[in-house]
């Protein structure tokens, strides 16, 4: 139910349509007539512009976005009309999943299907903009799948389009603008020299071309783009959201980070991207997303807890490092405090549940726990030192007690009270335990991506 004075998520997506209907673009991002401290619209503008579609609403009831007045409005009918507005992650991202799992995975069509079973299972999308109703998730990260998807067929100019749309959408894309910028860079390098030129023109002129048009409106006036960016970029707000699965998080349990370190500044990691810069196959560009994103997660201020769908890239490494990109995925679902606040218990363990079952069953990732299958030998030449293990088996057995205590912890949750003194008991056990699980694959991911070439037909055919 909403709760005033702020309603929640979905009164923001109410609101923005209220905002973008009844002002001129002009007072979109600025405060006038619109109230940035209620809801302000701080995403690019193609979300401004996907706010202003949807507001056709008042042609079926004029209450739904009339400014000011309508705030907090709910009935049953708006909230259909707002389900139906989610059709928009279905018609951009649906159809990237099946392509990109028909087109780019290997194995038989059994085995492709199974990918995209999966993959349309991820219960991190589900949850949050079915069930949270988040921000439209699915838009941005469709457009970005288109990307991948025009990158791995060589149409490198498409991809860039479509990437710069996901960016003009939602500006987390930039998780994975590295990774983009580096892969192309580099298969500009790979060229020689007429034809290094001929990509590198015609991408800028994609790029330059895709984002004036998205942006136009707003550049007239250089204030207004100021603004803009003012809304967008919220530098000043501190160095997270909530009990967030980050560094600055976890670690400010025990260090009170904010006294001993400027919230304006940035830690970044570019080993895996300057990786893929030297050596740019499809393979490295799948890792450094992946690795881009939970860096940027990881280490990044200011992130929000729905943030770690960025790392929702590690489906396209479900064919090819089912057991890890399943924990991976199974992790990035446990925002159990944010579920909560929504009652969302029961469809997190159903959805939960039904991903885990369908990938094991479907995917055999147990099956594939060899040395060889999991890519580790890099770790055995790191820990030499150390008895020699099965670490395969120490890898699966590891799998096994991560699933029982993400199953123990939310079930703790919601059938124990944290003692009076630890109110954030469970919030922090569950933001701890989830970074370190992102700590450990980020790692895992890049070893690998610095260890030896994926060896694969596909990918071989693709490059």
Not at 97 to 114: A, Q
Not at 187 to 197: E, R
Not at 375 to 400: E, H, N, S, T
Request: with cysteine.
């Amino acid at each position: 139910a909403a709760k005033p004075p702020m309603f929640g998520d979905y009164e923001a997506q109410r609101h923005w349509q209220e905002v973008t209907y009844s002002l001129p673009l002009q007072q979109y991002f600025n405060t006038s007539d619109n109230d940035l401290n209620y809801w302000g619209l701080d995403y690019p503008p193609l979300t401004a512009y996907h706010s202003l579609l949807c507001a056709y609403a008042k042609a079926i009831n004029p209450e739904w976005v009339e400014l000011h007045k309508s705030r907090g409005y709910e009935s049953y009918a708006h909230k259909l009309f707002m389900r139906a507005t989610l059709v928009a992650d279905l018609l951009i991202y649906l159809p990237a999943v099946v392509l990109y799992c028909l087109y780019l995975s290997d194995g038989s069509p059994r085995k492709k299907v199974s990918v995209l079973l999966c993959t349309l299972l991820y219960p991190g999308l589900i949850l949050i903009d079915y069930g949270h109703f988040g921000r439209y998730n699915g838009v941005s990260l469709g457009l970005a799948l288109w990307a991948i998807l025009a990158l791995g067929l060589g149409w490198d100019a498409l991809g860039s389009m479509f990437f710069c749309l996901a960016l003009s959408y939602k500006q987390m894309e930039l998780y994975h603008a590295l990774p983009f910028f580096c892969y192309l860079l580099g298969k500009c390098f790979k060229q020689g020299s007429v034809g290094k030129l001929f990509l590198l023109v015609r991408i800028s002129l994609a790029v330059l071309l895709t984002l004036a048009l998205c942006w136009l409106p707003f550049l007239t006036d250089p204030s207004l783009a100021v603004q803009v960016l003012r809304r967008i970029f919220p530098v000043a707000r501190g160095l997270f959201e909530d009990k967030v699965a980050n560094a600055w998080c976890s670690l400010n349990v025990f260090i009170k980070i904010r006294s001993i370190m400027s919230s304006d500044s940035q830690v970044y990691l570019l080993p895996s991207s300057l990786r893929l810069l030297t050596k740019p196959t499809f393979w490295q560009f799948k890792l450094a997303l992946v690795n881009s994103s939970l860096a940027f997660f990881l280490f990044s201020y200011q992130v929000h807890e729905k943030s770690i769908l960025l790392a929702s890239p590690a489906c396209l490494l479900l064919n090819d490092l089912p057991l890890i990109a399943i924990w991976l995925l199974q992790t990035s679902t446990f925002m159990l405090p944010l579920f909560l606040k929504d009652d969302l218990w029961a469809p997190y363990c159903v959805t939960s549940v039904a991903f885990l079952y369908f990938s094991v069953y479907l995917l055999s990732p147990l099956k594939r726990c060899t040395e060889e299958e999991l890519r580790m030998g890099a770790y055995r030449k790191i820990l030499f030192c150390l008895p020699k293990l099965d670490l395969g088996c120490v890898v699966r057995w590891k799998f096994y007690i991560s699933v029982l205590a993400m199953a123990a912890l939310s079930v703790a949750s919601v059938t124990m009270s944290p003692p009076p003194h630890l109110p954030d008991l469970f919030p922090v056990l569950i933001s701890t335990f989830a970074f370190l699980h992102f700590l450990g694959t980020f790692l895992y991911f890049n070893i690998v991506q610095f260890s030896e070439p994926q060896r694969n037909k596909a990918q071989k055919k693709i490059n």
